[in-house]
C-alpha cells in the first residue's frame, strides 16, 4: 500500500514571503497522479496542483509551483508572495490507477501567514 | 449551483442511534467516493464506487453501508453510533482516469453525545 508522509505539521510564513511544503510518498509503481489541496477554516477541499508521475516539467499554477523528484519520491509544493488567504491546512494525496483513483493522503501541514 | 452537495452539514446525535448522510454530485462523474477526516485532520478513504458498483470498501465496521442508487447519488448510512465515529466525512467524486480532479462535498461533522 502507499503511504504518503508531511513530516511538518504547522509551517508558518511572512506575508509576500516565500515557503516550501514537503511531502514523501512510498510506492512501487511507475504511472501515478500527485495532488497539492487546500483545506482553509471553511472546511473545503480545494485542488491547489496537481503532477504527473510520466511528466519531468514540475506543475506551476500561478503562485503555487512543486519540485517533483521521481527518484527521491519527493513532490513539494512552494508558495511565493505568501497571502493571508493562502493560511490553511494543506494535503498532498497520491492517486493509484490500481486502487480505485482513491486517493492516499498525508497528514497534513497546517500554513499560518503572519500579516 | 454546487458540483457536490451533501446533506446534512452538521450532525449532533446520541450513541446507538442510526443515521444517514447524503450525497449528490451533478458533474457526470461515474465515480463517487466517502472519505472520513477525524480530529487530527488525518484524512482516510472509506468507500469507493464506480457506476452504482462497489469497487473499495476499506476497513471499515459493517455498521457502516454505503448505497448508490444511481451514479449521481452516493449515500451513508451508519448503524448504532458509536463516540469514535465523531469526525468530518467528505463524499467526493471524479471521472474515471488518472489524472482528473476529484471534487469534494463541504462536508458533515458528525458529534456522537
Known amino acids: 500500500a502507499q503511504t504518503v508522509t508531511q513530516s511538518q505539521p504547522e509551517m508558518s510564513v511572512q506575508e509576500a514571503e516565500t515557503v516550501t511544503l514537503s511531502c514523501t510518498y512510498d510506492?512501487?509503481?511507475?504511472?501515478?497522479?500527485l495532488f497539492w489541496y487546500k483545506q482553509p477554516p471553511s472546511r473545503q477541499m480545494i485542488l491547489v496542483i496537481r503532477?504527473?508521475?510520466?511528466?519531468?516539467q514540475n506543475a506551476t499554477e500561478n503562485r503555487f509551483s512543486v519540485n517533483f523528484q521521481k527518484a527521491a519520491k519527493s513532490f513539494s509544493l512552494k508558495i511565493s508572495d505568501s497571502q493571508l488567504g493562502d493560511a490553511a491546512m494543506y494535503f498532498c494525496?497520491?492517486?493509484?490507477?490500481?486502487?480505485?483513483?482513491?486517493?492516499?493522503f498525508g497528514g497534513g501541514t497546517r500554513l499560518m501567514v503572519k500579516p | 449551483d454546487t458540483a457536490v452537495s451533501q446533506t446534512p452539514k452538521y450532525l449532533v446525535t446520541q450513541m446507538g442511534n442510526d443515521k444517514s448522510i447524503k450525497c449528490e454530485q451533478n458533474?457526470?462523474?461515474?465515480?463517487m467516493y466517502w472519505y472520513k477526516q477525524d480530529s487530527k485532520k488525518f484524512l482516510k478513504i472509506m468507500f469507493s464506487?464506480?457506476?452504482?458498483?462497489?469497487?473499495i470498501n476499506e476497513t471499515v465496521p459493517n455498521r457502516f453501508s454505503p448505497k448508490s442508487p444511481d451514479k449521481a447519488h452516493l449515500n451513508l448510512h451508519i448503524n448504532s453510533l458509536e463516540l469514535g465515529d465523531s469526525a468530518v466525512y467528505f463524499c467526493?467524486?471524479?471521472?474515471?482516469?488518472?489524472?482528473?480532479?476529484?471534487?469534494f462535498g463541504q462536508g458533515t461533522r458528525l458529534t456522537v453525545v
Open positions: 467526493a467524486s471524479s471521472q474515471g482516469s488518472l489524472g482528473t480532479e476529484a471534487f
Open positions: 510506492t512501487s509503481e511507475s504511472d501515478y497522479y
Open positions: 503532477q504527473e508521475a510520466y511528466k519531468q
Open positions: 494525496a497520491y492517486r493509484s490507477p490500481n486502487a480505485g483513483n482513491m486517493l492516499t
Open positions: 458533474l457526470g462523474h461515474d465515480t
Open positions: 464506487y464506480n457506476n452504482k458498483e462497489l469497487i
